[in-house]
């Protein structure tokens, strides 16, 4: 039954014999960088609903710029990854309503231009008038047009930016469910644990920021929600496998006892998530804050929860059931 299921699933290219390796280091950053820059997304439009005001440092004023920076990047090594890079225009030629991979594409086109209004109207007065210095006369005035444009309608452009970070931190774990047969993707976890990872992640790359007093409290507060969040939803995941039969205890076990158990506790769960949370504790507490230690250690668990996840999925597969 197995290899029957095996057989009609997956087994249609020597890329998944004796094991898939068809993803590498390429969607590993893609799915890191798409997570952050949806956090940036979410915390950047959400820290300015909150406080009804643009962010105070010029830092932070560029971050959506920033993150338009980063998800090129990411767009670029998935790029790399395609057997047909020159034939990637055609995922532009059509939408299907029922596909991860095409709502996919979609959203990372339509976040450049929300991230673009978010980013103009978030300049300070000097950052506009040095914008304004540096444009070509032919385009100054599509440039005025757009300053007005993310003026006028602030509030939606913010919706919006939080609407599609959240899309997009989604549809980053959800991608990893479109090949069911890979056992330890088959979690409805996976979608709403990169999106707090995501979050997460971004608010690191934030805390690193010169920031405000108040902004800071805010995003260390936002952060632990987001990590508290990481921890349920793994521990749904871990045992949503352990209580579906024997294929979900396969699954499980490569947690609890196989092969990554050291490397995902250790590196995700310790010192990415329970050790950043205590740090936040302290910090909230004793007002200590851990300017660089905090970040990097929520950065590095939030690449490796990827790493491993996109690892381990790739050698789970029903004929190595026992």
């Keep these: ?16 014999d004796p094991s898939l390796h068809i993803w590498g280091w390429e969607i590993v950053v893609y799915l890191f960088l798409g997570g952050l820059v949806a956090g940036i997304f979410v915390l950047a439009a959400a820290l300015e609903l909150k406080s009804g005001e643009k962010p105070r440092g010029a830092a932070l004023r560029l971050m959506p710029f920033v993150a338009l ?16 890079r020159l034939w990637a225009w055609r995922f532009y030629l059509f939408f299907h309503a029922t596909s991860p991979m095409s709502w996919g594409a ?46 006028g309608t602030r509030r939606g452009i913010l919706v919006t930016s939080i609407a599609m970070g959240i899309s997009l931190g989604i549809y980053t774990g959800l991608l990893l469910g479109t090949m069911p047969s890979r056992i330890l993707w088959n979690s409805a976890v996976l979608g709403p644990l990169f999106l707090a990872s995501g979050i997460s992640t971004g608010a690191a790359l934030l805390l690193l920021l010169p920031l405000e007093e108040s902004e800071r409290k805010t995003l260390v507060t936002w952060d632990a929600v987001a990590i508290v969040a990481e921890l349920v939803l793994i521990a749904l995941m871990l045992l949503g496998f352990a209580t579906s039969g024997d294929v979900g205890q396969w699954a499980a076990s490569q947690f609890l006892g196989g092969p990554y158990t050291a490397v995902f506790f250790s590196c995700v769960v310790v ?16 007002h200590l804050p851990f300017a660089t230690v905090l970040p990097v250690l929520i950065l590095t668990g939030g690449l490796a929860l990827r790493w491993i996840l996109l690892t381990a999925g790739q050698h789970s597969a029903f004929r190595f059931l026992p």
């Design 106 to 151: 979609w959203i990372l086109v339509l976040i450049y231009p929300v991230g673009l209004l978010l980013g103009l109207g978030s300049l300070s007065d000097e950052q506009r008038a040095w914008l304004r210095g540096k444009t070509p006369a032919t385009l100054k005035g599509l440039l005025e047009t757009l300053y007005g444009w993310a003026d």
């Design 271 to 286: 010192l990415g998530l329970l050790v950043p949370l205590v740090m936040e504790f302290v910090e909230a507490k004793r």
């Design 1 to 16: 039954m197995n290899e029957l299921l095996e057989a009609t699933t997956t087994r249609t290219n020597p890329g998944i």
């Design 69 to 84: 920076g980063l998800i090129s990047v990411g767009m670029g090594a998935l790029w790399l990854d395609l057997a047909h």
